[in-house]
């Protein structure tokens, strides 16, 4: 499988983006680029996949390679160390995993399953050598993509990291509890729990071993900073959002934007789509506005020193890569097997996933 079946260069792309779902800004201002490791990193994630047990054989033959899940990595992350980019493509390759697991444990019911993997998670976060030959597959598997993680920075930025992902399972939870009992959040607490599902804080943390270096807080708490981060962020999750409204709706979901504005704004489906499709191109047009004020910012931290020089062009490469996150959100979206429920044969459930090993059978 070519890595860019569709890509965004001037020769016309291979895939029809439906009306609904088409951005020309994203096409047109964020060219698509591609790691050079990724030949490696879409051998590698096959097998890492099968040695933790998180898919089986035939899954893994059948579907790896059409989810797509290191074409979104290795579009993102560009300038990472090789092993680096394999940490994270593995976490976020288990991310997806997990994400999956936690959705058959809402439909079938197993709420005391869901409580023991809760706390399980939490503790390989903080002693991930501790839970390395772990027997669930998740465990195991959450501990060996943190474990490299925890490798390439100080403890100080490992410390972070495992805050924001304590925060990111907590919010699983509330998420599990709202579709247990229906609840279908307001607005605006769908977009401040989606916040911490979609892990942002994650994903923005993971820039700086990218970047090869930890940023002082003064650098990522800087306004101008931040906001390029969260806009590049919300961009994708509210894409995300978009695009599997359909597979969220034939799945009884209660966790979308577009269900929300359904259930709590009295919008039509066509109507939801319309105010989804307005949100998200706001945040396109917002961030080109942050990322210049981003790129001023990094600028600015070049004072002539050595040090200087070092932490503005940490903050460039972790700037530069926010703006590949829309690139690549994007085009994964089209070409992951993933979203295209048309093609499954029972809308509500993906034919990837794995219900026995979910513990179902």
Known sequence: MPAFPYSTTSTPTAIAVPPSLSLPVVEAAFPRQLHPYWPRLQENIRTWLLEKRLMPADAVEEYADGLCYTNLMAGYYLGAPDDVLQAITDFSAWFFVWDDRHDRDIVHGRTAAWRRLRFR?????????????????????????????????????????????????????????????????TVEE??????????????????????????????????????????????????????????????????????????????????????????????????????????????????????????????????????????????FHHESGRYMVDSWDDRSTPPYVDNEAAGEK
Request: charged share 25%; proline share 4%; hydrophobic share 40%.
């Open 121 to 185: 998670l939490h503790r390989a976060v903080d002693s991930p050598q501790g839970h390395l030959h772990h027997r669930d597959p998740l465990v195991a598997g959450l501990a060996d993509s943190v474990s490299r993680l925890y490798s390439f920075l100080p403890r100080t930025w490992n410390a972070r990291f495992a805050r924001h992902f304590h925060e990111v399972i907590e919010a699983y939870d509330r998420e599990f509890r709202n579709r247990t009992r229906g609840v279908v959040p």
């Open 190 to 331: 769908y977009l401040t729990l989606r916040r911490l599902t979609f892990a942002h804080q994650i994903w923005t943390d993971l820039l700086e071993p990218s970047a090869g270096r930890e940023l002082p807080d003064e650098m990522r708490k800087h306004p101008a900073y931040r906001r390029a981060a969260l806009l590049s962020q919300e961009f994708a999750a509210w894409y995300n959002d978009l695009c599997s409204l359909p597979k969220e709706i034939a799945g009884d979901e209660v966790h979308n934007l577009g269900i929300s504005l359904i259930t709590h704004e009295g919008l039509t489906l066509e109507e939801a789509i319309r105010e989804m499709r307005y949100r998200v191109k706001k945040c396109v047009d917002a961030f080109l506005v942050a990322e210049s004020d981003a790129r001023r910012f990094a600028d600015g931290l070049d004072d002539g020193t050595v040090h200087g020089k070092e932490l503005s062009a940490a903050v460039r490469a972790c700037v530069s890569n926010m703006r590949n996150w829309f690139s690549t959100v994007y085009w």
